[in-house]
């Protein structure tokens, strides 16, 4: 079986490469690595939720759900300042990247978990929850990991979600506006959606 992003412990060989990135104004230094999600180059459904993204009217901590090497949930931390941001993915090659890239770029109201989807965060509630979602772990995982959040949500937070029409977009809308009743496009471009749901 050909290894995946959302393995455990990839087993590919360590291959780091970093590279500058701007989001949201600012310049950032990242680096990943093989067995994770995007090697080369901050993907654009990733830059697009980040730049999407909008602060809820609500405290609490922010989630960024399978973060990878951390783009999403560093830049969101470094732009929102006074919360607590979450970092959560399975991949440890992963996480440790996100480590290393939140260091690097001296953003400290991080913290980092380590998590098959809430395994690990069970009895923790947010403001929001931030994911581009593995899709090649298939529509039963993505579906579940979107009714978790839902029970992970504080009342009135927000599950914000980035995917491509061709990889699941209209049956993603669908399964989200089953859970919460209502779901907006908060953003489309070059074939990405931008689904944000907010729990009532």
Known sequence: MSEHYFSQKPQSKSSPKTWKYQLKGKNYIFTSDHGVFSKDDVDFGSKLLIEQFAEPNIA??????????????????????????????????????AERNVAHNNVQNVEFVYSDRFSHLAHRKFAAIITNPPIRAGKQVVHAMFEEGKHALLDRGELWVVIQKKQGAPSAKDKLQTLFGEVEIAARSKGYFILRAKKI
Do not use: S
């Open 60 to 97: 609490g901590d922010l989630l960024d759900l399978g973060c990878g090497y951390g783009p999403i949930g560093m830049t969101l931390a470094d732009n929102f300042r006074d919360r607590n941001v979450v970092l959560a993915d399975v991949n440890e090659r992963a996480l440790k990247l």
